[in-house]
Each structure stands twice: as C-alpha cells, then as structure tokens.
C-alpha cells in the first residue's frame, strides 16, 4: 500500500473547524482520522455523527472514522450516512466482528479491525481476508498526545506479516511524530495517524511530509 498520512482532528481547533480542514487539504493529508469516543469503551467523550455530517460538506477529503464505542454495529449505518469512507471498530467491542465488517461492506464503504496494545495481532488472523485495514493502537485508546509504545513494534511487524499482499493498510495510531513514525514505517506500517505532532507543528506541510516523505519524493 502507499503510504497515507491520516490526521486525527482531536486535537484540532474545534471553534475554527472548517479552517482547520482547509489547512490539512492544503498540507496535502491524506486523510481526515475521526475519533469517536463514548465515554464507556474508552474513559473520555469525543464527538460523533453531526460533527461528521459537517465535516462532509466541506470537503471531499477521504474520512477515516476510528470507533472506540462498545457496539460498533448499531451505528455502522448512521456513520456511513454521515460520510464514512472507512470505518475501523475495536476487536475488543461488543459487537460481532465479521457481522460488523460485513456491514460495513455492505454500504460499500472500507472496513478495519483496531486493536488495543494489549490485544495480540493474532486475534485478527481470522478477519484479515475482509479487512481495508488493520490498526495496531500504539497508545491506549482515549486521549491524544500520549507518548509512542516502543513494544508495539513487533506487534506491527506481525500484523505486516499478516497482512502480506493483501489490498490492507497497516495503520498506527497514537504517538506518532517525525522519530516515532521511523520505527513504525521500518516494522510495516504504511497508514500513519497522528494528531498532536501535526496540530503543534510550525508548518503543517512540512509536518506531514516528516511523516510520509514528500509525494515527490515517494515517486
Ligand atoms: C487515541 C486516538 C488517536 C489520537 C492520536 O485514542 O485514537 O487518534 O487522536 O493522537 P496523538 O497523535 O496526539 O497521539
Ligand atoms: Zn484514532
């Protein structure tokens, strides 16, 4: 897979949304990462379906939408209406995994399997035949800015080796910056998420090409 760069607006300017989005088309992100927390599967509330309705107006950009919400199935619809372009929910939520990535698919939206830091890669080895996406946490869901999980690199690794050939991002998320993203990309990760790093970064551009390398210099 080419490597993408997805942003996490959870650490956006919430007051200057729309602004905020037009300087990550600008930046040339790859994609727009949406956190969405309940408060229950993971101890902090984000946002959800009418902040991801408004987003959609706005711009045509590839939505990444992260689930950390206990039954991830009773609201596959609602998110996909809402403007999904892929949805990830945890293997450790409530809901049935193949039952949910079949729904996903079935609104021919993409579908991925997120797993927490304590959650081995084999415990997605049965899914990976309908996965757009396999995201290894490299934090524990809930906040932003927390800092990059070293041990989560084998688990990478592996989670690279399963997915092989196959058409599947191996996504990280949490604690990436311009160092961390190194040792994510050397395991195997090519569907880089970050959130701090970019909002803080001076020049946000540049943020993002210290992550995926400049489209030039991918070529
Ligand atoms: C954590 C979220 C992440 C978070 C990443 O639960 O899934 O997407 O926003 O934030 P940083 O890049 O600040 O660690
Ligand atoms: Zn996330």
Redesign the pocket.
């Known amino acids: 897979m080419n490597r993408a760069v997805s942003a996490?607006i959870?650490?956006a300017d919430f007051l200057h949304l729309e602004d905020e989005v037009r300087r990550l088309e600008e930046a040339n992100v790859d994609m727009l990462?949406f956190?969405v927390?309940d408060g229950c599967f993971?101890p902090?509330i984000s946002f959800g379906i009418p902040v991801l309705q408004a987003i959609r107006k706005t711009t045509g950009m590839f939505l990444d939408v992260?689930l950390?919400i206990r039954d991830p199935y009773a609201y596959i619809e609602e998110f996909v209406k809402a403007g999904a372009d892929m949805i990830t929910f945890h293997l450790e939520s409530d809901s049935d995994p193949l039952r949910t990535l079949e729904r996903i698919h079935s609104f021919g939206c993409k579908a991925g399997l997120a797993l927490k830091p304590a959650t081995p890669a084999g415990a997605a080895q049965p899914f990976m035949e309908h996965l757009d996406n396999l995201l290894v946490?490299t934090?524990?869901?809930?906040?932003?800015?927390?800092s990059y999980l070293h041990d989560m690199n084998d688990k990478i690794q592996k989670a690279a080796e399963m997915r092989g050939s196959r058409p599947c991002y191996v996504q990280v998320?949490?604690?990436?910056?311009a160092e961390t993203v190194q040792e994510a990309i050397a395991a195997g990760a090519d569907l880089l998420?970050?959130?701090?790093?970019?909002f803080r970064h001076p020049d946000l551009a540049e943020g993002v090409n210290s992550l995926r390398g400049s489209r030039e210099a991918l070529k």
């Open positions: 996490s959870l650490s990462h956190d927390m993971v902090n992260h950390m946490m934090v524990e869901p809930g906040f932003g800015g927390q998320d949490g604690g990436i910056n998420v970050a959130g701090s790093y970019l």
